[in-house]
């Protein structure tokens, strides 16, 4: 385990200083950092391998279309495919950078459709956060999990088992 900085404070406690990412945390232990490497190689190279079909399908798809003749019904289809595809991309992408820190999206599948609805991309297809959040600031922000989950009940829930049945349908 990796030496921490540890000072005591106005109590007496001692304050741990935290290193303030994770890649922090990386550097400071190359034992440490050579094992997540090693645990999510594989992962990475599942995730290039995916692009680069991705991509090389991509080409296929644009070298067909090239080749076919115009307004022919291959030329139609292949070009509904291609848009499909580079919306799937567009979309993967979104949602990727939504969900990271800083971004604090609630709901990225709403913020999308919102996002296509108001054109709130930029020439390369980079979306405007900060437009969006101008647009629907309820959907972003920190997503805190409610502190009480029964409250509001009034009565427990009623029991399902077989005397309980017996002694209602009985009239106790």
Not at 41 to 51: F, G, I
Not at 159 to 168: E, F, G, L, P
Request: proline residues 7%; charged residues 35%.
């Amino acid at each position: 385990m990796p030496e921490q900085n540890v000072t005591p404070n106005q109590q007496g406690e001692q304050n741990v200083e935290k290193p303030e990412t994770f890649e922090a945390i990386l550097e400071k232990d190359p034992k440490i950092k050579e094992l997540y490497e090693q645990h999510t190689a594989s992962l990475l190279n599942t995730v290039k391998a995916t692009r680069d079909e991705r991509d090389g399908l991509k080409g296929q798809v644009k070298d067909l279309l090239a080749k076919s003749e115009k307004g022919s019904e291959n030329e139609r289809m292949l070009t509904e495919a291609l848009q499909k595809l580079e919306a799937t991309e567009r979309r993967a992408t979104f949602v990727e950078e939504a969900v990271k820190p800083g971004i604090d999206c609630r709901n990225p599948k709403a913020t999308y459709a919102l996002a296509v609805t108001i054109d709130a991309f930029d020439r390369k297809g980079n979306p405007d956060w900060a437009l969006l959040k101008k647009e629907a600031p309820e959907l972003f922000g920190k997503i805190t999990p409610p502190a009480h989950g029964g409250s509001g009940t009034e009565t427990p829930p009623e029991a399902k088992d077989m005397n309980s049945q017996i002694r209602r349908a009985a009239g106790r």
